[in-house]
T-cell receptor
């Protein structure tokens, strides 16, 4: 079955460490997105990519980095510069255009210890 | 810039009672509208969407939403809820004219169905 796979499901990080969250899709979707979810704040866009080797900052890109070397993969690195990284991270994808709605992965819960 | 408001952060309702979850968006430019549902520790699932045409759209599990352009609203309704409908619901809007394919999400409404 086609879908989006996020790994790991739970991730613990020490302060000062960089960590990378994986997002892989086999839907042949062109666009991919990373959102951060905090209680009571909904989803906030971190980065998005509409084509391979190109990506744009979202509303809260500071302290994060991404790459899009392959159509099916869009990893997110949470750097030590991110002041408050503890959150639930969601990856999504969609075909070109915005009529179809996003397909979401099951999320990664990152906790800084 | 486009924004989405979900005024109710939590909605408790008894089983088999009707429910309405409210969603308003800020701009009357051409938009696509979506409702998503999220169960605990999971991703979001698309519930229904409005692109054009009939202003009333329905999902397969009994939810419906009505697009009201004059009131810039897209409220979600269900005539009789079940315990299994307990989840968080997010409204989202896409500005068709922006060309960026980005959705703006509301802050979510937590629906709690009581026995």
């Amino acid at each position: 079955d086609g879908g989006i796979t996020q790994s790991p499901k739970y991730l613990f990080r020490k302060e000062g460490q960089n960590v990378t969250l994986s997002c892989e899709q086999n839907l042949n979707h062109d666009a991919m997105y990373w959102y951060r979810q905090d209680p009571g704040q909904g989803l906030r866009l971190i980065y998005y990519s509409q084509i391979v080797n190109d990506f744009q900052k979202g509303d809260i890109a500071e302290g994060y980095s991404v790459s899009r070397e392959k159509k099916e993969s869009f990893p997110l690195t949470v750097t030590s510069a991110q002041k408050n990284p503890t959150a639930f991270y969601l990856c999504a994808s969609t075909p070109a255009g915005d009529r179809d709605g996003y397909t979401f992965g099951s999320g990664t819960r990152l906790t800084v210890v | 810039a486009q924004s989405v408001t979900q005024l109710d952060s939590q909605v408790p309702v008894f089983e088999e009672a009707p429910v309405e979850l409210r969603c308003n968006y800020s701009s009357s430019v051409s938009v696509y509208l979506f409702w998503y549902v999220q169960y605990p520790n999971q991703g979001l699932q698309l519930l229904l969407k409005y692109l054009s045409g009939s202003t009333l759209v329905e999902s397969i599990n009994g939810f419906e939403a009505e697009f009201n352009k004059s009131q810039t609203s897209f409220h979600l309704r269900k005539p009789s809820v079940h315990i299994s409908d307990t989840a968080e619901y997010f409204c989202a809007v896409s500005d068709v004219t922006s060309g960026t394919y980005k959705y703006i999400f509301g802050t979510g409404t937590r629906l709690k169905v009581l026995a």
